[in-house]
């Protein structure tokens, strides 16, 4: 059996081992100390990516930063292998929401592209970053997926690796039924994918045929209801994990929500 | 072919037929003329689940309110069998985001339930009922589904459609790997089933184990990350459409999005 999660969990920069002593300030002493009310004694659960998880000890507390003693090595660090999600920046709130969301669906890396009908070609990376960590902490991952920079979904396209099936997600009515993709009739030892989904308005007719040539890319349709993107984009991801990918493993053991 | 669906699209509660009059006041009239500034003579989709979608063309703009006048039938009305969602009420935002997303996957009931460890037991009808024609508008339903009032989840249970499958969303580990029920191999015809999602702290160990041995009833894992509620019900819903439900379809036409 494996060892029991802890219920709160934080990732943190620092390196993990045995003995280690962590000191936390800002944002994690204040969630630890005011807002959990942690005391002395109580243990928590801590991942950097890289170390796994270890159980750590709060040892003590000052005004504005706080020791933690770690102790027991939780769980190993695992390679999580999850689909990519390659997104049109949407406005604040859908943006917010997609990022929490793909963490949670086991996504191992997020692009943000330029596509010609892009809105918005900035995004908050600090904020995202931070959505994303907490997903990671709540969910039970040991890695929080990287958000790269914003570029030109061509560039992106131009040094794809070719063992990656690209899905683009297309509500023309012209994509192929995403339940032909994932049958496992289809191909017993599909990848994980990435997901591409366009901004708002869609993407441009010529964007998605040439995208649709691309030799490692399928468009993909989604059913009879158009889809906002930021829920096209989660189904797709939810129906690989659940049908093709880790959707057949059970949790470690339950951490608590936030 | 099927005639193009109207760029924006209203839900009514008015019958619509041929030559029909159609007042708008209020915030539809504030949409279609100050938001979208219509101009006399342009047309829009409505419809108001029961006479299929119609297009109407502005005939005259007041102070207060405008007229249309119903024109040609689209689209004959479906009957929008789609999954159930049963939801124990979240915290404001994500329940507005689960009531959207629910319905554009073709929800056709949302019910909210109590359960032992319900938060919140009140929900805002009326804001979410707006959410749910605005998300229907959106993606290009002809229905909106009913959202029912509070009930206790034993209650509702007791009155039980035996051909409707439920299943219930474990994240304890319990559950049966989604995928498992959805391979077509499991049962070819499986009807569209309920999904239930509890509370932010979960269902209770014997709410669960009560509703494990309902003859109707799977317990059902969504994988190794512990998901939030709706993002667990939003997985489940999407999946089922997509492997079992309508995602063989495509759109009729593109609708604009908002």
């Known amino acids: 059996m494996p060892l029991k999660r802890a219920k709160i969990r934080l990732f943190i920069e620092a390196d993990l081992s045995a003995g280690a002593s962590v ?3 800002g944002l994690q002493y204040h969630y630890l100390t005011r807002v959990m009310r942690l005391e002395t004694g109580s243990t928590v659960g801590m991942f950097n990516g890289r170390d796994g998880e270890w159980r750590a000890r709060l040892a003590e507390t000052g005004k504005n930063s706080c020791f933690l003693t770690v102790e027991t090595h939780l ?3 695992m390679v999580e292998e999850g689909p990519w999600l390659i997104f049109a920046p949407l406005k604040k709130g859908p943006t917010d929401f997609l990022v929490e969301k793909a963490v949670e669906l086991g996504v191992s890396r997020l692009v943000p592209i330029q596509t010609r009908f892009t809105a918005s070609v900035r995004i908050n990376k600090r904020r ?7 997903a990671a902490e709540q ?7 990287p958000i790269a920079d914003v570029v030109r979904m061509e560039r992106f396209i131009s040094a794809w690796p070719a063992e990656r099936p690209l899905l683009v997600l297309d509500e023309t009515g012209n994509g192929r039924p995403l339940a032909d993709i994932f049958d496992v009739n289809y191909e ?15 993407f441009a007719t010529d964007e998605l045929d040439a995208l649709g040539n691309l030799p490692f890319a ?3 349709g989604l059913g009879p209801r158009i889809l906002r993107a930021e829920s096209a984009a989660l189904s797709a991801l939810a129906c690989w994990q659940i049908m093709r990918g ?11 929500r936030r």
């Open 75 to 77: 769980a190993p660090q």
């Open 188 to 202: 017993a030892n599909l990848k994980p994918p990435a997901v591409m989904c366009g901004p708002e308005g869609g």
């Open 139 to 145: 969910c039970g991952r040991l890695t929080v997926p």
């Open 23 to 25: 000191r936390l300030a």
């Open 246 to 256: 880790d959707g057949w493993q059970a949790p470690a053991a339950k951490a608590a």
């Open 128 to 134: 995202l970053r931070a959505n994303a960590i907490e």
């Open 218 to 220: 399928t468009r993909v």
